[in-house]
């Protein structure tokens, strides 16, 4: 931190270390997986900061100058947030100090698991001995935890689980009588729990179901019991319970840690002393199996817990066996966010890649939108406004041409809410060879983008815009020519070099050189040109790919320069993607127009990589590319064990299961597929079918095959409503 000493009437500006009084900073040697951090992650529980990690395990390495109970070099476990970090900076009060005989790994498998369970069953719940107590989901690592602390305060124990393996590791490592283990994928437990207690019910009832399975748990808990309610789902999304059930006086309480931890950290400092003196005295110990990962395979402990399959804990080592073991470290991008008060204008935009860039504004916020062109009022793009709308975007369709100045400054001028983005896409193509290239076809061409984008940029300081970005798309032409495209690598050309001059005068702007989009745009439209792309050996780029780059484009909106660890400077005014082949530079059959250029020599070195194969991540980009000029293509068998084969590839990689187990006619079920895994699974089947699907619609599907025929049938009816 920065300090200031004042000698008289100067002022001294030197660097010191941070005070932490009342905190230590810790290096982290361990950090505990939690259900929470997988439903942050996937949208169910939503976070601005999207940090991950409550608890952890580590060293102190500095002391504040309050704190007297731990001391530096202590080993200590923690509860608190954004733990997964090489460095934490914790309040005392919510760490303690390691029994011996325990190592990091088992220490921060502890605090969240064994807090909750403490807290929830002997603090809330007033669990006494000879009471019965529900816990559900009793094989992960909350669920082991209660069935120690359950035993520990001399209570009846019941669980449900959620599959046979999970019985026989109970009955077997944990010493549950079979007959007290239930299924929690139905409610076939509440018939079991009232035959086990007589009709009584369970005293207290530890619960982390949702939907109907809570209000099935709900039903068991006993005249003067409780439900302890550990989930956020039901909560989160307002759901309802039966009032009546309370009568007979039951009660409901609800335990957030997070909450409790923020608000009232005296508690999480009492909880985390009873997990300390119970594991030293060995009333409670970690739950296993533990499942380690080390930190560079953190995103695998995320896939691993995911579906819910594992038993046990899970938990990170930042230290190994072998030493230190670092996580590998990736610029993350600026997440997007735009002003829901504010408009933004296309230019051109009613293409296939202008309406992906809307729709993707819209996703991220962007509630007014404007766009400017020639064909802006014709009816073919009604079906395409009212998908706006219906996401809650209003929509202003503005006729005109881009290269006329007033058809500009009437669409400037017309902006419902404050104009803070423009993105110029405005496009036409002429191609011949040059020396047959009449004048006409050189001003069509380069008209759009040089006096267009003139014209935007003359309007927009006239009218006194106060823009966060203005994205230029350029193209690939404008970097290293294609035949017949003189007059469109020029206009791309001038585009590059105008950024450079905006820039110049502190004003945003930014231009996205692309090449050939295979999915979306023009060549996805027109068969012919899709096919010289090909003919010539050329990388095709996937939406995807258009959309990451222009997110990039957007925020990267200032003159300022990135320095890579190597050395050198990355500047984001200029933003160039899928300057690649699909084949080897050296194969006779690859007709790049640059394969010569000495200045691409690099691309020759890369033959062997994995992503110079064609077809490694994009077939279905390409199938519903090839579809979109044939939609009748799509009623066949065929093209429905593609869509199925393709989903089920997507399914497997989150679930990481070999792909030679794939079987298109297996139940969704038995695939592995849950409500939390068909949620991920539905936020990619919007990027890649462009139309919505609920997760229970997809979970009802049945099978692949029958989710692949519904795919089929739904892209085929947009393509032919589109065309209509």
Not at 182 to 204: A, K, L, N
Not at 329 to 339: H, L, W
Not at 362 to 374: D, I, N, Q, T, Y
Not at 668 to 687: F, H, K, N, P
Request: net charge neutral; glycine share 10%; aromatic share 6%.
């Amino acid at each position: 931190m920065i300090v200031a000493d004042r000698t008289r009437n100067v002022v001294a500006v030197r660097w010191c270390t941070a005070a932490v009084i009342d905190e230590v900073e810790v290096e982290t040697h361990a950090v505990g997986l939690n259900f929470k951090d997988i439903l942050t992650a996937i949208g169910i529980i939503k976070s601005s900061t999207l940090r991950f990690g409550y608890e952890a395990s580590g060293v102190v390495r500095r002391v504040g100058k309050n704190v007297t109970n731990l001391s530096v070099g202590d080993r200590i476990m923690l509860m608190s947030t954004a733990t997964f970090s090489t460095f934490l900076v914790v309040p005392s009060i919510l760490c303690v100090k390691i029994p011996d005989h325990l190592t990091f790994v088992d220490a921060a498998s502890l605090p969240v698991a064994y807090a909750t369970a403490i807290h929830a069953l002997r603090d809330v719940g007033h669990v006494d001995k000879g009471q019965s107590v529900l816990i559900h989901s009793g094989s992960g690592g909350i669920g082991m935890a209660a069935i120690q602390v359950a035993r520990l305060l001399g209570a009846e124990i019941f669980v449900t689980v959620g599959s046979m393996e999970k019985v026989q590791y109970l009955t077997e490592q944990l010493a549950v009588p079979r007959h007290r283990i239930f299924s929690s994928r139905d409610g076939s437990f509440v018939d079991g729990i009232m035959i086990e207690t007589q009709g009584r019910g369970v005293d207290v009832a530890l619960n982390s179901l949702s939907g109907k399975l809570l209000h099935d748990t709900w039903r068991c808990v006993a005249e003067f019991g409780t439900m302890v309610e550990i989930g956020k789902r039901d909560l989160l999304e307002a759901g309802k319970l039966d009032m009546g059930i309370f009568l007979p006086n039951r009660g409901y309480c609800a335990v957030d840690m997070d909450h409790i931890r923020e608000k009232r950290p005296l508690v999480i400092n009492r909880l985390l002393n009873s997990i300390q003196q119970f594991t030293s005295h060995g009333h409670i110990k970690p739950a296993t199996p533990l499942h380690v990962f080390e930190a560079n395979r953190t995103e695998e402990a995320f896939r691993f817990m995911q579906p819910g399959h594992h038993i046990g804990k899970i938990v990170v080592a930042m230290h190994s066996a072998s030493g230190y073991s670092p996580p590998d470290i990736t610029k993350g991008q600026r997440e997007v966010e735009f002003d829901e008060d504010a408009s933004y204008l296309l230019v051109g935009g009613l293409g296939g890649l202008g309406r992906m860039i809307a729709i993707w504004m819209v996703e991220r916020g962007a509630r007014h939108l404007l766009f400017l062109s020639p064909s802006a009022t014709l009816n073919n793009h009604a079906g395409f406004v009212r998908e706006l709308v219906s996401m809650g975007c209003q929509v202003h369709m503005c006729q005109g041409n881009v290269a006329e100045p007033t058809d500009v400054k009437c669409a400037i001028m017309s902006t419902p809410k404050p104009l803070k983005g423009v993105v110029q896409m405005a496009m036409v193509l002429c191609d011949r060879a040059f020396p047959q290239m009449t004048l006409n076809e050189w001003i069509a061409v380069t008209e759009p983008k040089v006096q267009g984008t003139w014209n935007l940029h003359r309007q927009l300081l006239s009218a006194g815009a106060d823009l966060d970005f203005f994205v230029l798309f350029s193209s690939l032409s404008g970097i290293v020519g294609q035949p017949g495209q003189a007059n469109y690598a020029a206009a791309n050309a001038f585009l590059d070099a105008f950024v450079s001059y905006r820039r110049s005068i502190g004003l945003p702007a930014s231009a996205l050189d692309i090449g050939a989009v295979t999915d979306a745009g023009y060549l996805s439209e027109n068969y012919a040109a899709m096919q010289k792309v090909k003919a010539t050996g050329m990388f095709g780029l996937c939406e995807q790919s258009v959309l990451d780059a222009f997110a990039l484009a957007v925020t990267s909106t200032s003159d300022e320069e990135q320095k890579p660890a190597g050395g050198g400077g990355i500047r984001g005014d200029k933003i160039m993607i899928g300057l690649r082949s699909i084949m080897p530079l050296s194969n006779p059959g690859n007709r790049c127009p640059w394969k010569k250029d000495r200045r691409m020599a690099v691309y020759h070195n890369t033959a062997g990589s994995k992503s110079e194969q064609p077809g490694t991540n994009n077939t279905l980009g390409i199938f519903l590319a090839s579809a979109k000029s044939d939609p009748s293509s799509l009623s066949g068998a065929e093209a429905s064990k593609t869509l199925a084969t393709e989903i089920g590839r997507k399914l497997f990689t989150l679930l990481l299961k070999p792909l030679d187990r794939l079987d298109l006619q297996l139940p969704l079920s038995e695939l592995g597929m849950d409500s939390l895994v068909a949620v991920e699974m539905r936020i990619w089947w919007r990027q890649s079918f462009r139309f919505d699907i609920s997760v229970l619609e997809m979970l009802s599907m049945g099978s692949l095959e029958v989710l692949g025929r519904h795919a089929a049938n739904k892209v085929a009816q947009s393509l032919r409503g589109g065309s209509e």
